[in-house]
């Protein structure tokens, strides 16, 4: 009886590995899945002749090195949000067309097919109606430029 348990123990670390799976599908935490494949490595171990004293110290070592080494980074790339810059934050670096002279105080810019106010970044500079700018930050609801470079 014993040399039959041993001569199956792989398809009872497989059957393991499976429900382990399954179960997985429904939590969706990763950790059923690093325990699934701890026990696929227990089983190769198994099919392999490894008594059963050897494969689970196998199990348990696999087990825990996916749980601290693999998971997090599989969890931090999964909830990862969206790498889209969005609002305001899409606009800078973006090219503008100075449609009313743009100074230190006030101005208009054309950025984005939309009008904004505008400011020079430079206190010193003032931009002419149709000159071609770089929009370095917002602040508010004002575009504040400086010369593009080519």
């Excluded at 009872?12 to 059923?32: I, K, P, R």
């Excluded at 067309?97 to 054309?110: H, L, S």
């Excluded at 206190?123 to 575009?143: M, P, S």
Aim: aromatic content about 8%.
């Amino acid at each position: 009886m014993i040399d039959w348990i041993q001569e199956h123990a792989w398809a009872a670390w497989l059957g393991l590995a499976v429900f382990l799976a399954v179960v997985e599908m429904f939590s969706l935490d990763l950790v059923l899945l690093m325990f699934a494949i701890a026990a696929v490595a227990a089983g190769v171990a198994s099919g392999l002749g490894a008594p059963v004293w050897v494969c689970i110290p196998i199990f348990a070592l696999v087990s825990l090195g996916l749980l601290f080494l693999v998971r997090p980074q599989l969890v931090a790339k999964l909830h990862a949000g969206p790498t889209l810059t969005t609002g305001h934050d899409a606009l800078l670096g973006r090219s503008a067309i100075v449609v009313e002279p743009v100074d230190k105080r006030n101005g208009r810019v054309q950025l984005a097919g939309e009008l904004w106010s505008a400011r020079a970044a430079d206190d010193t500079v003032a931009y002419d109606t149709g000159t071609e700018v770089l929009v370095t930050r917002i602040d508010g609801a004002t575009a504040v430029v400086t010369t593009k470079e080519s």
